[in-house]
Each structure stands twice: as structure tokens, then as C-alpha cells.
């Protein structure tokens, strides 16, 4: 079955750290989705990347980077020089492609990051 | 503009009685799902459904029920068997497993 483990529930820094997240997934497929999402306070989930199984390409996006790598199963997110709006709970997740539960997304736990001034 | 509308936002139920939340989704999805979310905890899926007329439990289905006739909607209703359903209620869609499409979410509080 799969699986996503997020270990941090709460990382606090202080404006213009950075913060890495971690997450480490378990799957039986060979084609699947990872994804990052960030919940703020409203309770939304805010899409920030997908990446499929075939591509471990890391790819930066503004303060946004994301490292994959399949040898370890995990798949991080740094956040450079965090700022105050950054605070939220962000969610690491997985979908299976070949599946019978192909579609049925499984979330980590979150990690709750906290930015102060 | 094409999206997920849940509703209601906020809902109050008294002890004992079922509501049911509601899902619709005008993206043309074949699949949707329901999950909870706790205060401090990640999201848990409840029921999932890949076609219409078709839906498979997902990790915490006991409580709870749902219905797909129609494409565009998926009904959750939350039975009093549910035990503790004070929760955050998340709906999504999706065409496979590349996206998901997320609802704003029901916040449902038993009174």
C-alpha cells in the first residue's frame, strides 16, 4: 500500500531562513505522482508541483525547489529566504498510476512551518 | 469558470443526526473523493469513486456513506454512527491520477 511519511510536524524559523521539508514515500507502482501542497489558514490546499516517477529532474521556481530522488524515496522542498506569507502546513502527497487505486491521492501528516519577523 | 463547489461552508449538526455535504464539480472528472481533516493532522481519505455509479472505501469509511448517479456530484453524509465527525471536509476531483482539483471545504461541527 502507499505511503507518506512527513516526520516534521513543525519547523519555527525566523524571516529569510531557509526551510527544508521532508518526505519519504512507499509504493509498489513503478508510475506514480508526487506532489506538494500548502494549506494556509483558510484551510485551501494551494498546488505548488507535481512530479511523475520517470522525472528526477529538480527544479527550482522562485524561493521554491524541490529534490527527488527515487534511489531514497524522497521527495524535499526548500523554501529560500522564507518570509512571513509562507507560513502555513504543507502536504506531501502520492498517487498511483497502474493501480486498482490508481487516483487515490495519500497525504503526509503536514509539517506546520512557522515564520516570524 | 470551471471548478468544485462545496457546501455548505460552515455546518452545525446536533448529536444523532445525519448531513449530508455537498460536492459538485463541472471539470467533466471521472473520479472523485472525500477527505478528513482533523485539527493538526493531514488529510484522510474517506470514500473515493473512479466512475459514476461506482465508489470504493477509502481509509476511514466507517460512518459514513456516499452516492455517485450523477457525474458531477458525490454527496457525503455523515451517519450518526460517526462516532466524533467535528472535522474539516475536503472534496476533490480528478480526470486520472496527474491532478487533482480541491473544493474550499466544509467545516462541520456537532453541537
Known amino acids: 500500500a502507499q505511503k507518506v511519511t512527513q516526520a516534521q510536524t513543525e519547523i519555527s524559523v525566523v524571516e529569510k531562513e531557509d526551510v527544508t521539508l521532508d518526505c519519504v514515500y512507499e509504493t509498489r507502482d513503478t508510475t506514480y505522482y508526487l506532489f506538494w501542497y500548502k494549506q494556509p489558514p483558510s484551510g485551501e490546499l494551494v498546488f505548488l508541483i507535481r512530479?511523475?516517477?520517470?522525472?528526477?529532474q529538480n527544479e527550482i521556481s522562485g524561493r521554491y525547489s524541490w529534490n527527488f530522488q527515487k534511489s531514497t524515496s524522497s521527495f524535499n522542498f526548500t523554501i529560500t529566504a522564507s518570509q512571513v506569507v509562507d507560513s502555513a502546513v504543507y502536504f506531501c502527497?502520492?498517487?498511483?498510476?497502474?493501480?486498482?487505486?490508481?487516483?487515490?491521492?495519500?497525504f503526509g501528516a503536514g509539517t506546520q512551518v512557522v515564520v516570524t519577523p | 469558470d470551471g471548478g468544485i463547489t462545496q457546501s455548505p461552508k460552515y455546518l452545525f449538526r446536533k448529536e444523532g443526526q445525519n448531513v449530508t455535504l455537498s460536492c459538485e464539480q463541472n471539470l467533466n472528472h471521472d473520479a472523485m473523493y472525500w477527505y478528513r481533516q482533523d485539527p493538526g493532522q493531514g488529510l484522510r481519505l474517506i470514500y473515493y469513486?473512479?466512475?459514476?455509479?461506482?465508489?470504493q472505501k477509502g481509509d476511514i469509511a466507517e460512518g459514513y456513506s456516499v452516492s455517485r448517479e450523477k457525474k458531477e456530484s458525490f454527496p457525503l453524509t455523515v451517519t450518526s454512527a460517526q462516532k466524533n465527525p467535528t472535522a474539516f471536509y475536503l472534496c476533490a476531483s480528478s480526470e486520472d491520477s496527474s491532478g487533482y482539483t480541491f473544493g474550499s471545504g466544509t467545516r462541520l461541527t456537532v453541537v
Open positions: 512530479r511523475n516517477s520517470f522525472d528526477e
Open positions: 502527497a502520492l498517487s498511483e498510476v497502474t493501480t486498482d487505486s490508481w487516483g487515490k491521492l495519500q
Open positions: 469513486s473512479q466512475i459514476v455509479n461506482d465508489f
